[in-house]
């Protein structure tokens, strides 16, 4: 228990400052002001993998760690899309996930977000869309900002969360 | 006849070092299977390829590890089958090597050859209706169904558990969610760029991957590696299997309700991106590893800072593996908890790390090596207990070992290029890779068509061998302790849907 504790004093607080949103990652209009006000203090993400090679999930992963701390901005990630205000969306979407990720927004209640993240998930990236594949994330469901990159580094995808909820010029609540 | 023969018979394959090929009958086929099965070999992959010269046909091939080396044998069938007399195209492989049946299940759906397994189901084609399980019945059994889209941020696949109260009576695992037609589209791509593709069949694998098709590739075109590149791929490699294997230590903490494990290991796991992005512009090394070499080089500097990063993540894992070992409840979870037999992994054919944790001792690096590490060979790391604490011990032992290659590789780099020319090899070349990802041994077979042009690649991930182990391994476990489990072993999907 010492050492744990003394470990946890050594190392201290290592989290970095949010990165500001990016106006060019926007795929769709924003969000109506009052819609944003109640989503910007505190959001749910659930995370959809419709085909990724898991490059992406390792990014993911890493918003959790003490560097980019996402959950001290007041986002974090749930089970169920049911309990999501955004599904971040990774993967050419393979054919056998097309059901599946229809299913998951249709289960997101209103109003919700959707951001394609990384190079398959903005273009169908190296896979493209030909037989089992749908190709980019928008195909199938509405999308309002695309992050590329293979994978996308971390503070990227923070960029692209935080663009979803904020308006053009506005850092989010 | 014992094995050696067929070994003599067969032709030396270019690419992975020790390999051979030969082509079969269907009765020779059959018994050469089973030499190899009474020898103690194991089976590696199975693919099959379209037939040149016959309407519809294929070629069947099973590669298969043995004491000498990996032996590849060719098995041509003939599509002309009459579906009555004939209910199958070559005799399956599946009671001498059980992982074999969800390969050949794949085989069919992708190429359209039966093997003789009654077990038809298929695998990688999903039906409309839903995949068709073996149900389990009986007073108070009821199931649970999980996925594909799971709780974590993980990648998809169906797990149906039929449990009474918590206890796990059987678990059916099913995938191909992520199936993206990797092997088509292979053929898509010249062979000089296949690297690229192979790098995304497990993001999480790349640099494993990328080497694997390079080592074919290479070994096609007759081209030799620089010793320098060779060098600058096996730290790429053990730099993947350190990565990997922080984040699985960290992970499998927070499974167990220690969070502070998670906490240290992703921090430590982010450091050393960090690290990997100044050395090589790239935080997961998905462009790393190209034909003929490696994309970048790295500077005397840049290499010293590097190996001072990993000789201090070296001792922070060991700082903090005497934590988790002195933690009554992380010891309490993981002791006990998930265990694959070595009898039991021997017969399914477990590889690489899980293997390792079960008695398995098959290290390719240390068996089969390739340069460098014919010349510095890494410890044999091993287990006999086969339960979560054995995975996560041989994922320690691991991690200190990649240590000590990534800092005597980047101690002593050979001087010379780390990029050298590539021709394209000729028409008809055939080839095969065979890396230790920090998963188990990733192989490649490859296929070169006309003018550059790519006639076959198939991928092959540990995970075939490795998921049936683990619908063993949850048998009489609790369904709460599945998560743990599983990341235990931590299986591609994306890597074995293809």
Redesign the interface.
């Given at each position: 228990m010492l050492k744990t504790l003394r470990k946890i004093c050594q190392v201290g607080v290592v989290s970095e400052a949010a990165p500001p949103p990016d106006e060019l990652l926007r795929a769709r209009a924003a969000l109506d002001e009052s819609i944003r006000s109640v989503l910007g203090r505190a959001l749910c993400i659930r995370h959809v993998d419709a085909g990724s090679c898991n490059g992406c999930e390792l990014e993911i992963q890493a918003l959790n760690n003490p560097y980019y701390n996402l959950e001290g901005l007041g986002i974090r990630f749930v089970a169920s899309p049911r309990h999501a205000d955004l599904l971040l969306v990774t993967g050419p979407v393979a054919a056998n996930m097309e059901a599946a990720l229809r299913l998951v927004y249709a289960a997101t209640p209103d109003p919700k977000l959707v951001v394609a993240l990384g190079d398959c998930g903005c273009t169908g990236g190296i896979f493209g869309e030909r037989g089992a594949t749908r190709g980019r994330v928008s195909n199938i469901i509405p999308v309002d900002v695309a992050v590329p990159g293979c994978p996308p580094s971390p503070a990227r995808i923070i960029q692209g969360i935080l663009t979803a909820i904020a308006g053009a010029g506005r850092a989010p609540a | 006849m014992p094995l050696a023969k067929w070994w003599d018979r067969a032709r030396e394959l270019p690419g992975a070092p020790r390999t051979r090929g030969l082509g079969l009958t269907a009765e020779d086929w059959s018994r050469c299977a089973a030499d190899v099965a009474a020898s103690g070999g194991r089976l590696l992959a199975m693919w099959a390829s379209e037939c040149g010269d016959c309407d519809n046909g294929a070629t069947i091939h099973a590669a298969f590890l043995a004491d000498r080396g990996v032996l590849v044998i060719e098995l041509s069938v003939s599509g002309a089958r009459a579906p009555a007399a004939e209910p199958f195209d070559y005799p399956g492989i599946e009671s001498l090597f059980p992982c074999a049946s969800r390969m050949q299940r794949a085989i069919f759906d992708v190429s359209r050859v039966r093997s003789s397994d009654p077990d038809r189901r298929p695998w990688?084609r999903?039906p409309p209706e839903g995949p068709e399980l073996v149900r389990v019945a009986g007073e108070g059994v009821h199931e649970i169904a999980v996925g594909?889209?799971h709780?974590?941020?993980?990648?998809?696949g169906h797990f149906r558990f039929s449990v009474v109260g918590e206890k796990v009576l059987r678990l059916e695992e099913r995938f191909?969610?992520?199936?993206?037609?990797?092997e088509?589209?292979f053929t898509e791509l010249p062979l000089l760029e296949g690297h690229?593709?192979a790098a995304?069949?497990?993001?999480?694998s790349?640099v494993a991957y990328s080497w694997a098709y390079c080592q074919a590739l290479e070994g096609m075109a007759g081209c030799a590696i620089a010793p320098r590149a060779a060098a600058l791929r096996a730290i790429l490699l053990e730099l993947e299997r350190i990565a990997n294997h922080l984040?699985d230590v960290g992970a499998l903490a927070n499974d167990a309700g220690f969070a502070?494990g998670l906490?240290?290991f992703?921090?430590i796991?982010?450091e050393l991106?960090r690290a990997l992005s100044h050395a090589f512009g790239q935080?997961?090394l998905?462009d790393a590893v190209v034909p003929g070499g490696t994309r970048g080089d790295v500077s005397a500097a840049t290499a010293e800072s590097l190996a001072a990063r990993i000789i201090a993540i070296g001792k922070e894992a060991a700082?903090?593996r005497?934590?988790y070992e002195?933690?009554s409840g992380v010891r309490d979870r993981f002791a006990g908890a998930g265990i694959l037999t070595p009898a039991l992994a021997s017969r399914l054919g477990v590889l690489g790390l899980a293997g390792r944790a079960s008695g398995q001792a098959l290290d390719t690096r240390i068996d089969f090596p390739s340069a460098p590490y014919d010349k510095l060979p890494p410890a044999r790391i091993l287990r006999q207990e086969g339960d979560v604490a054995a995975r996560v011990a041989v994922r320690f032992d691991e991690l200190a070992e990649s240590c000590r290659l990534v800092e005597s590789l980047l101690g002593s780099l050979p001087s010379g290029a780390h990029l050298g020319p590539i021709r394209v090899p000729a028409d008809g070349s055939f080839a095969t890779g065979l890396i230790e990802g920090w998963r188990g041994p990733v192989f490649v077979a490859l296929e070169a068509g006309p003018e550059g042009r790519t006639r076959r690649c198939h991928a092959h991930d540990p995970s075939w061998q490795n998921w049936p182990a683990i619908e063993h391994a949850i048998l009489g476990n609790i369904v709460a302790d599945f998560p743990l489990i599983n990341k235990s072993f931590n299986l591609?999907?994306?890597g074995v849907?293809l």
């Open positions: - | 990688l999903h594909p889209v709780a974590g941020t993980i990648e998809p191909g969610y992520t199936h993206k037609g990797v088509r589209r690229r593709l995304r069949i497990a993001g999480d790349a984040g502070f906490a240290q992703s921090r796991k982010e991106l935080r997961y998905l700082e903090l005497a934590i002195e933690h591609a999907y994306s849907d």
